[in-house]
């Protein structure tokens, strides 16, 4: 895999949040299901009480997706500016393509009081909890190696070549779940029961830390 982080933004002042407002990172290996997960996420009674942040990437849409809704697809040219301007609070090249999250979309969430729930790569996410000490890092693991190789190939969204890459970084990606504030295992067949889990996680942390602003 192939990463390189994005400039420090230039002249970008921070934005406080509103008190108790969460800027939560879901991340995981290829295949684990976290667009599913957080599908599910949003389901839930209080999704209106959050945010899901719509990630920037140079990737070609696949046909079931649609732009703005999975991700903002945009060029290489643009990706750029998006960079060099400071508009992306992180930003990773993941599998040749770009990946980056939308600065202002974090904070006029989290400004508005709705926590801003954040779907990147670990990477990416070491690269925001670096800058956001306060960010809560959520990973999703699989029950193991093997089921999530199963999912990856059922999935047949990638090249042979593709899918021994996508399979190696997961095993790598795995090994740094000890970087994150808690792991969750989507279990298979199980994705309620997932995102009740990281629902719970959010409950009892806006309950400990009621009075926390999320400086971003």
């Not at 406080?16 to 290996?29: C, Q, T």
């Not at 750029?80 to 993941?94: C, I, K, S, T």
Request: glycine share 6%; proline share 5%; with cysteine.
């Amino acid at each position: 895999m192939t990463r390189s982080g994005a400039r420090a933004p230039v002249g970008d002042p921070t934005i406080v949040g509103a008190p108790g407002a969460l800027l939560v990172i879901v991340s995981g290996p290829s295949g684990v299901g976290k667009d599913t997960v957080i599908e599910a996420l949003k389901r839930l009674p209080d999704s209106d009480l959050r945010h899901y942040v719509v990630t920037c990437t140079t990737r070609p849409a696949r046909s079931y997706e649609v732009d703005g809704v999975h991700y903002h697809f945009v060029d290489a040219v643009e990706f750029q500016r998006l960079r060099e301007h400071g508009e992306l609070l992180e930003a990773n090249e993941v599998h040749g393509h770009w990946y980056g999250t939308p600065r202002d979309e974090v904070r006029r969430s989290l400004v508005a009081g709705r926590d801003a729930i954040l779907k990147i790569d670990v990477q990416g996410a070491a690269d925001v909890k670096q800058k956001v000490p306060d960010a809560l890092l959520v990973f999703l693991v699989p029950p193991s190696l093997e089921d999530l190789f199963s999912r990856l190939q059922s999935r047949a969204t990638e090249s042979a070549d593709e899918l021994d890459i996508r399979q190696r970084d997961a095993a790598l990606e795995i090994a740094r779940q000890k970087d994150y504030d808690h792991v969750v295992t989507n279990e298979t067949g199980q994705v309620e029961r997932t995102a009740q889990r990281i629902d719970d996680i959010l409950h009892r942390e806006k309950a400990a830390h009621p009075d926390r602003r999320t400086r971003v």
